[in-house]
């Protein structure tokens, strides 16, 4: 482990450096990994843990859509790619990568597979903290370890193919065999993460429901709405509002936060820019606080976990949610950004 200081507290996190693929490989020699679910996260970590010479297979049902994707990816019926049941009883380590609500109507399917010494991974903590809700409680006799990419499946695979990675946490809920621990960072280091720092599964899925209710998805919709909201209701163009909402944040501006922090940002733009930002930052920061507040009491009281397996677990919750995604879609607000995209100068 290397001990990092993150803004004046000390963590300890482990970097590819310390824990290179040919350990990880070693480590991991003698496992067959399942992965159970082809949605987002199935195929990045399965392809990369496949590039990265790990022995993997997928469990998928037959005659769906994901099961043909899987196909062409190049996961052979019956060599690499089975019907779920069976992926999981050839699995040593099974990473359970159903959606969230999905894993509750497989668990007794999955549970039957899990002989002793075996491993049951996730990439999310919910299913084992909101047990009450979900009824997932796995056996004494088998490892639970977690790796949590942070970001997208799509981005961890496109991050791995561009020679980078995503962070992601680790943690162990249950270590059985005495090996969880170097199990499941391994298996961090194989899925292509960058660096992994260690939570536990309730940190995990409080901090990720939070971040995605919040600034990384739901707050930054509210957020630009408001604004372009406000600048046509004062007579802006579209063109002028989407420029300032949308286009010059993505395009400009968070690629230098990226790079280099926000103060760096602030201090490549014009002083009337700062000014105004410093002048501005903490007023957003007071008026929305109260929701974040209220947002993090909703997942902890384990109401956010009850709404998304409710609605999810709905027989055409597909459909249902093309629907609210066409609302989005359909706004003038980004149907101006699908009009913005296409002028890119390389589009
Ligand atoms: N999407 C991400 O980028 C991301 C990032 C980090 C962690 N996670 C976590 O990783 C896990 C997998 O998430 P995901 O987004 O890849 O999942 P997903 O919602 O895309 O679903 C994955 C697969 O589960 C299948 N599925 C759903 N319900 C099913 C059922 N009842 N029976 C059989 N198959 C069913 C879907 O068809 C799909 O192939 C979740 O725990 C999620 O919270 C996801
Ligand atoms: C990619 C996210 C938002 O980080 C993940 O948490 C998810 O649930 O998809
Ligand atoms: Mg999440
Ligand atoms: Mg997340």
């Known amino acids: 482990m290397a001990t990092i200081n993150f803004g004046g507290v000390k963590e300890d996190v482990v970097t590819r450096e310390e824990f290179p693929m040919e350990k990880a490989r070693e480590v991991l020699k003698d496992e067959t990994i399942a992965i159970i679910g082809y949605g987002v996260q199935g195929p990045g970590q399965?392809?990369?843990?496949?590039?990265?010479?790990?022995?993997?297979?997928?469990?998928?049902?037959?005659?769906?859509?994901?099961?043909?994707?899987?196909?062409?990816?190049?996961?052979v019926p019956g060599e690499t790619l089975f019907e779920i049941e069976e992926a999981a009883k050839r699995g040593t380590i099974i990473q359970f990568l159903l959606s969230d609500a999905g894993q509750i109507s497989l668990w007794p399917a999955i549970k039957q597979q899990l002989?002793?010494?075996?491993?049951?991974y996730f990439s999310h903590g919910f299913g084992v903290t909101y047990n009450d809700q979900t009824g997932i409680v796995p056996p004494k006799d088998v490892d639970v370890i977690l790796v949590a990419p942070k970001g997208s499946g799509t981005s961890l695979r496109r991050l791995f193919l561009a020679g980078q990675g995503l962070n992601s946490s680790f943690a162990i809920f249950q270590d059985a065999t005495g090996r969880a621990r170097?199990?499941?960072?391994?298996?961090?280091?194989g899925v292509g993460s960058g660096?992994?720092?260690?939570?536990?599964f309730k940190k995990e899925v409080f901090s990720d429901l939070t971040g995605e209710r919040g600034t990384l998805m739901g707050a930054i919709q509210g957020i630009f709405a408001a604004q372009y909201e406000t600048l046509r209701s004062k007579g802006h163009s579209p063109s002028?509002?989407?420029?300032?909402?949308?286009?010059?944040l993505t395009q400009s501006?968070?690629?230098?936060?990226?790079?280099?922090?926000m103060d760096w940002m602030y201090a490549n733009c014009s002083t009337t820019a700062q000014r105004g930002a410093l002048d501005w930052w903490k007023k957003f920061?007071?008026?929305?606080?109260?929701?974040?507040e209220?947002?993090?009491?909703?997942?902890?009281?384990?109401k956010e976990a009850a709404r998304s397996i409710e609605s999810n677990s709905q027989p055409d919750y597909r459909e249902k949610l093309n629907e609210e995604l066409k609302e989005l879609r359909e706004s003038e607000m980004w149907q101006a950004g699908s009009a913005v995209r296409k002028l890119r100068p390389n589009a």
């Open 115 to 120: 002989t002793a010494g075996k491993a049951l």
């Open 294 to 302: 209220e947002l993090y009491n909703s997942v902890a009281e384990g």
């Open 46 to 75: 399965s392809l990369n843990l496949r590039d990265n010479g790990f022995n993997v297979i997928i469990g998928q049902r037959k005659d769906s859509k994901t099961w043909d994707k899987a196909v062409a990816d190049g996961w």
């Open 285 to 292: 920061r007071d008026a929305t606080k109260p929701v974040f």
């Open 182 to 189: 170097e199990r499941v960072i391994a298996l961090g280091i």
């Open 253 to 261: 501006l968070m690629p230098l936060v990226a790079e280099n922090g």
């Open 240 to 248: 002028e509002a989407f420029n300032e909402t949308v286009e010059e």
């Open 195 to 200: 660096y992994l720092f260690e939570t536990d």
